[in-house]
């Protein structure tokens, strides 16, 4: 009887570890259930990260750092956990099964599991016949496939992260400081042309569609922290938004143009990362502020800014419902994303040392070299 339930639990804790493993590193439609294993891991350790964190100042560079480790700190962690269930999975299996020479009890079993799975090999411990041979072939090649396939996994995992952190420097308004969606719809038009505003939309759409893809298919990206604590992808999503949203009180941008396809996108992929999430606490304080459009400017400000750039804009009623209404679909999930992962609440400018067009700079370094 006991030797039965030991084979039943050895067998479950492989194939949970094996499950585990595929849906988190193989499929390309990864099942959203809270227990899994790597799911339930992982909000352990971002508590853990969170609680280590909100006791540091938010420009503590150590802050950043716990913060930044939770992404590699979650794989290698994930790694053993697989690993060591796979091996006391076999464990339990090879203790309560005869056949091995050399085993007399659990520790022998796992001490026999590790150098199978790991393909030691030290040869004091053998199988004896048929059916502990065709076991320990099973279980090196567990150890082969995990080993195989987290180091394929990462390759993908880092071109992924690559490619949603290079573009983020792009976005720039031209100022020190930190970017405001009026600022951005001004430099990305100038003199009010909305052909150039809609080809910078059009663009960062496809970049949201990326994000969609990756984070989907590859759910540790979410961990990986942005390099700079001023330029975060969360942060920069929930400008985009807001971007968006300026534009589609334009004339020339209201409808389903580029601006609105890019809100499609951004409110899509929020909805995704917040799956299974209560968002009724950021629906209720959004409820008690439904016609707020941003956090730095009221709406006049930012309408009479645009207006004075040379935008045609809806009336001023008529737009500040429009945005309103756009804003109240994303502002609860991005609102748990900034706080969930400690997000900074701004985005800035690459901090430049040189205005390109200080002609003063550039005559007294003209003047020294001649």
């Known amino acids: 009887m006991i030797d039965a339930l030991a084979i039943m639990v050895g067998i479950t804790l492989v194939v949970a570890a094996f499950a585990d493993l595929i849906n988190t590193l193989v499929t390309t439609s990864t099942v959203k259930s809270r227990w899994w294993l790597s799911r339930i891991v992982a909000r352990l350790l971002l508590r853990a990260a969170r609680i280590v964190a909100q006791r540091l100042p938010e420009a503590s560079p150590v802050r950043e750092r716990v913060l930044s480790a939770l992404g590699p700190l979650l794989i290698l962690i994930m790694l053993a956990i697989w690993v060591v269930q796979q091996i006391l999975g076999f464990a339990l299996i090879w203790w309560a099964v005869d056949g091995v020479e050399g085993v007399s009890s659990f520790a022998d079993s796992f001490y026999y599991s590790g150098v199978v799975y790991f393909t030691v090999g030290f040869g004091e411990v053998l ?14 090649g ?3 496939i995990t080993t195989a396939l987290v180091v394929g996994y990462l390759p993908s995992l880092y071109s992924a992260y690559s490619e949603r952190e290079k573009k983020l420097i792009t976005i720039d308004d031209g100022s020190d400081d930190r970017i405001t969606p009026t600022n951005l719809v001004i430099a990305w038009a100038p003199n009010g042309d909305t052909d ?6 059009a663009d960062w ?10 984070h989907s298919t590859l759910p540790m990206l979410l961990f990986f922290r942005s390099h700079d604590r001023r330029q975060n ?5 929930g400008l985009l938004a807001d971007t968006a949203v300026h534009a589609q ?3 020339q941008c209201t409808g389903r143009t580029e601006s609105y396809w890019l809100l499609r996108r951004i409110i899509s992929l929020f909805e995704e990362l917040t799956h299974g999430v209560d968002m009724s606490t950021y629906a209720a304080e959004r409820s008690r502020h439904p016609n707020e459009v941003q956090d730095i400017t009221s709406f006049g400000d930012l309408y009479t800014r645009l207006e004075a750039h040379g935008f045609e804009l809806l009336p001023q009623d008529v737009a500040l419902r429009r945005a309103a209404a756009f804003r109240n679909r994303f502002a609860p999930p991005m ?3 900034i706080d969930a992962l400690l997000c900074p609440r701004g985005f800035w400018s690459p901090a430049l040392h040189l205005d390109m067009y200080d002609t003063e700079y550039l005559d007294d370094h003209a003047a020294a070299r001649s």
């Not at 004896?128 to 041979?133: L, N, T, W």
């Not at 150039?196 to 939309?201: E, F, G, Q």
């Open 249 to 251: 009180i334009i004339v």
């Open 233 to 237: 992808w969360v942060t920069a999503l």
């Open 205 to 214: 759409e496809e970049w949201v569609a990326g994000i969609h893809e990756t």
């Open 196 to 201: 150039r505003l809609n080809a910078k939309l």
């Open 127 to 140: 199988p004896a016949h048929a059916g502990p041979r065709v076991g320990a072939l099973l279980e090196a």
């Open 142 to 144: 567990c150890g082969v």
């Open 335 to 337: 609102e748990h994303m």
